[in-house]
């Protein structure tokens, strides 16, 4: 999906999407929903001891 291809691996911890913080699965659901196909946004992650950002380029939700 497009968190796979924008570098989140297995035990990052997302705490942004887009600027907005997210504390949950349900949370990151909800702003992922409000995001633009196709436009890039910057997703913030904790990994280890430090943090990074990530481009996240969601795609239309009927793309295979």
Do not use: C, W, Y
């Amino acid at each position: 999906g497009a968190a796979a291809k924008a570098g989140v691996q297995p035990g990052d911890v997302i705490l942004q999407l887009g600027g907005k913080r997210v504390d949950d699965a349900a949370g990151l659901r909800e702003e992922a929903s409000r995001l633009a196909d196709g436009k890039t946004t910057a997703l913030l992650v904790k990994r280890g001891d430090g943090t990074l950002f990530l481009p996240l380029t969601p795609a239309p939700a009927d793309a295979g």
